[in-house]
């Protein structure tokens, strides 16, 4: 709840006033918990809310969550986030995560001795419940130990059937949200790039782009990128066409992990490295445990030994890989740790970080700053390769951030992240170059998972790098501008100053493990790009009401005040006058749709709307019908209160769409309970939240009407 930024995330305090509150933050959850299929647990946030930690919030947990709500499940911390012993389980809370308890446990029996008892044993009785009730209804009461134990080390499966993934793509496919098609380039028909020379420039045309990261990232069972997808389409389409790539500029947040083409275990084939373990903080004694892996981001949160992990103990270890480079050069090793490392390739030291200070972002904030080295490698010889790292202790970590507190349960084990890159000799003139000498030029840019992730936040809404000067270069040089396809990958908005003179622009976000082949499907017009924008685009972070308003952003004193109040996203930008680049709800199709609004019956309790669709264009196609409610004097306070993909719409052809709003879903908060004005009300039907050409019909409300909470 209003977890809206990383930086001082555990201290924040998130000052907003209740029609706000209710009206805007506590919205999307009241939907969900009131919904058919309501879940089974709810998690807090880290930060506060007007004064209060979540995890201690009464009026939140107790009176709206369960009293007006009905939430009947249960309430656990979020890892690390129980602040109390007693007054988190008096607000509600039921479960500190993760475990072995921090807060309560013997705290919290040690707590009934001298606290009010009779009431803190029935918030705790009530919370035993809830937590009994969730085992059951999981098949999880009256396990063995072995049994628990067994469930607990269940190694992790995944599906990967034909079914499994053509659904996975055809979801991918069609979130893309084209944006602009202005010389229609898109889609590319296949038979016409037979004996084509199709350039892929950019640095994430060779990155599946599949999540953010953090508690945002999954363990892909592998990954399809843009360059690799489109050369595989083509070839099971039997076109012959020439791929080429020139990615022109690099985005690194960090140096890239390991890869497994190049590492390798000592004693392992299938894995790049190999861990050991001990019980010390110099990795001597016996090795208690061995693991294999084959991702470079050694985060031990919940994956180290348990032995060790859970104990508090100071423990280590050694990891061991063998590097064979594919290249000659002065090829660069990065470290960060929570703890200390050193890193040697043969015998030599390469990398000492055993005494870091400042601040860092992996490991959700509590690794060190990134520490590099280069040196002269031989392309095909054998190098051996020793990280040690160990875990720190309480003053191990020099920094004044408030968001790192040595011993919190991110920051209590001796994560190491390891990257490497060969000597880079990419250039922006050799993409322009190949752009100019191709038929076609898909321009793959964007972020990735390491610069949208947990623990920090952006730290602008520029694309990181030379990605701009990459695709002004290219717009400006090549002869067929026309002909340069330009995807987009993000999980959040990004200035494009360049976007007024690029002619095809595609938002492909995080499309998963197909991400690649479903952005192929599009560009072949295997598959239509069916998304609407959930956001509204700002042509710049200047343009917003926060940017130089550090009350607003990132806030003061640990306070962050929503001075916008309701008027967030496109009800800002409406309210304010401001354009963006693209509007909430905005989005193309590869055809053109025309709506009418039939008709507005009032029905009781809601709003029966029925609305014409006709497709007006030369292709299949679904249109995705918005309504939006205004009082008919006031066109700046749009609201966006139903919105219905259509099915498919042939040519020429349309269909009527019946849409419900419920009265209550319009109505506002007021004086604590939600109040539906009488007057004259517009209904629009438009194809964005700024569209100035919508659909409109009028109705008159005779009379206020009000619901409780």
Known sequence: MANEQEHHRFSVDARIDEKTLREIYLRPFEI??????????VMTAYNLVNGTHMDMHKYLISDVLRDQWGFKGLCMSDWGGTNSIVESVLAGCDLEMPGPTLRRGKNLLGALEHKDTDILKTAINTSCARLLSLAERLGKLGLSETDVKASRHAPECSTTSPEDVATLRRIAANGIVLLKNDSNVLPLDPQKLSGKKIAFVGPNALVGASNGGGSAAMNSGYLTHPFNSLKVALKNLGIEAEVHIAQGCRTHKWLPLLSTTQWQADDSETSMLGIDFFASHNCTGDILETQYRNNSSIDLFDSGPESLRD??????????????????????????????????VGDDLVLDNSDWNGIGETFYSFGSPELLSSMSMSVGRSYKVVLEAWFKTNNAVKTDSKDVEPMHVYGAQPSTRLGFLEEDTSTIAEAITLADNSDVCIVVLGLNDEWESEGYD????????????????????????????????????LEMPWAGRAHTILQAWYGGQEAGNALADVLLGIARPKGRLPMTWPKAYSDLPFATDKESWPGVDDKVVYKEGNKIGYRWHLDAGVAPQWWFGFGLDYTTFDSTVVSVVTEHDRWDICVRILNIGLMTGEDVVQVYVWPSQQPRAKRL?????????????SITVKLTVQLRDVAEWSEQKWLLQRGSYAIGVGKHAGDSEMATKFIDVQKALSWDP
């Open 458 to 493: 952006r730290p602008s809404m520029e694309l990181p790098g030379d990605q701009d000067k990459l695709v002004e270069d290219i717009l400006a040089s090549t002869r067929h501008p026309e002909r340069i396809i330009i995807v987009n990958q993000s999980g959040s908005p």
């Open 311 to 344: 104990g508090g103990e100071p423990y280590s270890f050694r990891m061991t890989s063998v590097l064979t480079p594919a290249t000659d050069g002065n090829h660069t090793f990065s470290v960060s740790s929570v703890g200390g490392a050193r890193l040697f």
């Open 641 to 653: 209160i139903a919105f219905e993909r259509t099915e498919s719409i042939e040519p020429r052809d």
């Open 32 to 41: 969900v918990i009131k919904s058919h299929s309501p879940p089974g647990c």
